[in-house]
């Protein structure tokens, strides 16, 4: 009985225990934090963020440096990274690919693979000319006090390894990304 226990205990928790569908996160590039939140509750938050340098905005091609708002999903999660953990988003997205299509950035192609990768809730093409690898990473072995003073990355937005190591308990594949 005890096994069966056991058994059912282990398959409905994950090793990532925190992780829940309801959780989401709230990027606030301005006051530069991040809030891990359940519906509209907080649970927690974490600051000092560093954005892109060129801002937060709408991407208009690879190496603006520009941190892309909008909303977005966790598309992959790489545990082995120069910047200790990267969380890849599911940038561009498909409201990303209509801007740049109209704007005449990208064709009618790249935008089709943009959203049918989307529509079928997968990682959208990440070598168009809009960008990719977007995502919430940690420092690595970065300098914290060059991390502190100013915006640093190529638009992804960069937290302490501590930090990451902390939003690493909350989040899983799927999880819902808002960038203001």
Known sequence: ML?????????????????????WLLIDTAARKIEIKKGERTLETLYKIAIGRGGAGFKTHRGDNITPMGSYKIGWIGEKSAFRRFFGLSYPSVEDAQKALRKGIINQFTYNRIADAHSYNGVPPQNTPLGGQIGIHGLGSADPHVHEIFDWTHGCIALTNAQIDRLYDWIDTGTVVKIK
């Open 3 to 23: 096994r069966i226990f056991v058994l059912l205990f282990c398959s409905f928790f994950s090793f990532n225990s925190f992780a829940d569908n309801n959780i």
